[in-house]
């Protein structure tokens, strides 16, 4: 989320937090974002009102659903875990991989067995139509759903042992062993630290301009310039030969700003000493930090 300027129009289209009274309180916008695990970047994103629940998160990733290809593969957390979304997204060739919702009950007994703690089970359509979904939608849907269930276990530093059920389309266990799909979830957590460099790093969690046009264009060029970014650690990191996520993004944030003070903006300058550039944002790794 991020707040704005306390203008009539900005309450118009993203009013305050209904907990705050009227007048006391600042608009508010959420902001549905789609990340490349592998580099950081933001690959979609969605930006609508924080009230109601026609613009809750799974509502936003609705509006981005034709922009996924085929053979794309979703890591989210267990939000994301709805028969609505799996299905849509399995109809057009999208795989999920998402950990089990807290209300939706599990049992290692039921199903398949394909290995250890690894199940393939069917799940039913539920019978009631959401308010969002017409009829038509309703009767599309898929009336099952195979998909497939292990439970991971992961120890933090303090030797506690947090078990995770953990749900996903792929459900052939030789191509995609359970290990490997638990090694996958816990990269999940990379979304957070991206999100954190975004509103924070970047400080876009207050924005600036008094118009609902002028916010929305504000968010696109905080993601533009914070994929820019990105690109210039993808390109550090591979001459380093490291992973773009052991680099520092606040790191790399401080060198271009300091680079953009020397240069004063001159392109045939800046672009003489790039090499120089990507050396300096490869010498700030950040060491490894599980879970």
Not at 124 to 143: D, I, Q
Not at 250 to 268: I, K, M, N, P, S
Not at 281 to 287: C, R
Request: aromatic residues 8%; contains cysteine.
């Amino acid at each position: 989320t991020a707040s704005m300027p306390d203008t009539p129009a900005n309450q118009a289209v993203y009013p305050q937090a209904k907990t705050q009274a009227r007048g006391l309180g600042f608009p508010i916008l959420r902001i549905l974002v789609v990340f490349s695990l592998a580099v950081g970047t933001v690959l979609e994103a969605a930006v609508g009102p924080y009230q109601g629940k026609l613009t809750s998160e799974l509502a936003l990733l609705r509006t981005l659903l034709e922009q996924f290809q085929p053979g794309d593969i979703i890591l989210a957390d267990r939000f994301f875990c709805s028969y609505w979304v799996i299905a849509a997204l399995k109809a057009r060739g999208i795989d999920v991989v998402v950990r089990l919702h807290q209300r939706r009950k599990h049992d290692l007994r039921c199903g398949r067995r394909l290995g250890r703690e690894d199940r393939r089970v069917t799940w039913t359509k539920p019978a009631a139509v959401p308010a969002w979904m017409s009829r038509a939608e309703y009767e599309a849907t898929p009336a099952t759903l195979t998909v497939r269930t292990l439970r991971v276990r992961v120890k933090d530093r303090t030797k506690r042992v947090r078990q995770l059920v953990i749900v996903t389309t792929l459900l052939d266990p030789v191509t995609y062993p359970a290990r490997e799909l638990g090694g996958l979830y816990r990269r999940r957590w990379d979304a957070e630290l991206y999100l954190r460099s975004l509103k924070t790093d970047m400080h876009m969690e207050v924005l600036r301009t008094g118009s609902p046009e002028m916010v929305r264009k504000e968010v696109a060029m905080y993601l533009l310039a914070y994929n820019l970014i990105r690109g210039l650690m993808a390109a550090a990191a591979q001459a380093k030969g490291v992973e773009p996520r052991r680099l520092s993004f606040q790191g790399a944030l401080h060198t271009v700003r300091a680079f953009e003070e020397v240069h004063l903006y001159d392109a045939a300058w800046i672009a003489a000493d790039l090499p120089r550039l990507l050396h300096l944002i490869g010498q700030k790794t950040v060491p490894d930090r599980p879970d």
